[in-house]
């Protein structure tokens, strides 16, 4: 167990809805990062937030936002979802703005029917 | 431009045999180095990390990687596998972020 939770674990949904994946990092860590896993593009970095600001961004799309919120956990909205979105989605937590180890959670794994 | 290669997709190897998993990085200097396990349907472990210092690095679960700058690689060894070391297996470097190899998946033989 790593620490860090992710609420829901499962969600199906259809074409053109929005949905909210929630993260709860590791006690006292104050990065969070967002991770989308689908077979055809491997792991690839969305966002990072730092102490509720973003911090980085990698291939996030338009349609994607994210936010931390001052207890630290964050959520990442996903809106006029696509067949294409459908993968596993991560968050990690790491004490570290930059270079340091990250913890993942189980992921939510997201279905667009 | 900066890239992370695990040149090995799937790999099979009997129990008990030798492992190693091979990891190259193309950056400008030497980013930090990681190894991650997935299992199926589970997030990511961190199995060991490389900052600096003594080349080689022991992790979790028996496994150890080696650090060469030379050959910019960071592979993953383990002198005798188990049948529950069975997953996918990425290799992960941060410069400013943190990028995953494409994974190689880790078959066991009885």
């Known amino acids: 167990d790593s620490g860090v939770t992710q609420t829901p674990k499962h969600l199906i949904t259809a074409t053109g809805q929005r949905v909210t994946l929630r993260c709860s990092p590791r006690?006292?860590?104050?990065?969070v990062y967002w991770y989308q896993q689908s077979l055809d593009q491997g792991l690839q970095f969305l966002i990072q937030?730092?102490?509720?600001?973003?911090?980085a961004k990698g291939n996030i799309l338009e349609r994607f936002s994210a936010q931390q919120f001052p207890d630290l956990h964050s959520e990442l909205n996903l809106s006029s979802l696509e067949l294409g979105d459908s993968a596993l989605y991560f968050c990690?937590?790491?004490?570290?703005?930059?270079?340091?180890?990250?913890?993942f959670g189980p992921g939510t794994r997201l279905t667009v029917t | 431009a900066q890239s992370v290669t695990q040149p090995d997709i799937h790999i099979t190897v009997s129990e008990g045999a030798s492992l190693e998993l091979r990891c190259n990085y193309s950056?400008?200097?030497?980013?930090?180095l990681f190894w991650y396990v997935q299992s199926p349907g589970q997030g990511l472990q961190l199995l060991l990390k490389y900052f600096s210092g003594d080349t080689l690095v022991q992790g979790i679960k028996g496994f150890e990687a080696e650090f060469k700058r030379s050959q910019s690689s960071f592979n993953l060894r383990k002198p005798s596998v188990h049948w529950s070391d069975a997953a996918e297996y990425f290799c992960?470097?941060?410069?400013?972020?943190?990028?995953f190899g494409a994974g190689t998946r880790l078959t066991v033989k009885p």
């Open positions: 937030y730092y102490n509720g600001e973003e911090r």
């Open positions: 950056y400008g200097a030497t980013p930090y």
């Open positions: 990690a937590s790491s004490g570290a703005s930059g270079a340091g180890e990250q913890y």
């Open positions: 992960a470097v941060v410069n400013n972020d943190m990028r």
């Open positions: 006690s006292g860590d104050l990065s």
